[in-house]
């Protein structure tokens, strides 16, 4: 395996102590020819990084343009241990830069985060215990239609759905998958919404996706369902989703992400007893983020090795074309 030359870019260095261990930084270390610290825009600009060939990131990594890139004429491939890579891309691209990306690494804790919601959307664990108050509270008489047999709607093909429905074969659930991966006929959103006992919003953030869950939707949701959104807030008609709540109490919207994030202060998303909000925590937090360090670490061991290599970032998978902050 040859050593690159390799840097660490940054413009929060605190983001590179809290995804790499002190081990995986280490590894990096052995396996490349690693400049000592970490490195920002300065060092881009005063011509410190040019003999550098591969760099090392997360969250922070800076947008660089096309002057400040040709101040690293001999950089090859960026190993980003984060997910989406819109914010910073493109110019790489332009100049043949590779960029790798830890974006299956991030799906799969939203993907567990969903899972365990799913299940217990399914025992209608959510509307039963916001009713089961006294002893003679009637709860059990509202629980859910159960795991055995449901059907379960994933919203978006991405990754973290994909991962999802993986997940989900251990159990005896039908899973419909909007669009449909295959080639069997593509459910409309009306009709999976009216079927499924839970549906999880997993839909990427493009401004063409912005309101398309809507009041329609959520009214025509079947006694005791549940809506999940752990995919952007914009993607749901707020003020559609909280009339609809409001009208049927025996609906659960469980939000991880709104719009804006979070709520304005007085929002009914914080009052309203069928909602539960969560700080948009289903995402690499944690422990949970060294395994997208993990990721990269390995990826640059194939690339270094001459092995097909498997998080390549392909500019068809960007979801934008305006320039988000990195």
């Known amino acids: 395996m040859r050593k690159f030359k390799a840097a660490f870019l940054t413009t929060a260095a605190h983001q590179i102590q809290y995804v790499f261990t002190p081990e995986q930084l280490q590894e990096i270390a052995e396996i490349t020819e690693l400049r000592p610290g970490m490195a920002g825009i300065p060092e881009v600009e005063n011509g410190s990084l040019k003999d550098i060939e591969v760099l090392f990131s997360t969250w922070g990594f800076p947008r660089?343009?096309?002057?400040?890139?040709?101040?690293?004429?001999?950089?090859?491939?960026?190993?980003?241990?984060?997910?989406?890579?819109?914010?910073?891309?493109?110019?790489?691209?332009?100049?043949?830069?590779?960029?790798?990306?830890?974006?299956?690494?991030?799906?799969?804790?939203v993907a567990e985060f969903c899972l365990g919601q799913i299940l217990l959307g399914l025992k209608g664990y959510f509307r039963t215990s916001r009713m089961f108050k006294s002893p003679d509270a009637k709860a059990r008489q509202y629980a859910g239609p159960g795991i055995y047999g449901e059907t379960v709607v994933l919203i978006g093909i991405g990754a973290v759905s994909t991962k999802l429905k993986e997940l989900l074969q251990a159990f005896n659930v039908k899973v419909v998958m909007i669009p449909s991966p295959e080639k069997e006929r593509t459910m409309s959103l009306a009709e999976a919404f009216s079927i499924a006992q839970v549906v999880s919003n997993h839909l990427p953030d493009r401004d063409d996706n912005v309101g398309v869950l809507n009041g329609a939707l959520f009214r025509s949701m079947r006694p005791g369902a549940v809506f999940i959104n752990t995919g952007r807030g914009r993607q749901v008609n707020e003020p559609e989703l909280i009339q609809v709540l409001e009208e049927r109490e025996d609906l659960t919207a469980l939000l991880d992400v709104t719009f804006p994030e979070p709520p304005v202060a007085g929002s009914k998303l914080y009052t309203l007893p069928n909602v539960r909000l969560s700080p948009h925590i289903a995402g690499s937090l944690n422990d949970e983020v060294h395994r997208m360090s993990k990721y990269m670490i390995e990826e640059y061991r194939r690339f270094a090795s001459g092995e097909p290599c498997l998080y390549e970032v392909q500019e068809s998978m960007l979801l934008t074309s305006k320039t988000p902050g990195a």
């Open 64 to 109: 660089l343009d096309d002057a400040q890139l040709a101040k690293m004429p001999n950089l090859k491939a960026v190993f980003y241990a984060a997910g989406a890579t819109d914010g910073f891309a493109r110019p790489c691209f332009a100049r043949g830069i590779k960029v790798f990306s830890a974006w299956r690494a991030n799906g799969i804790p």
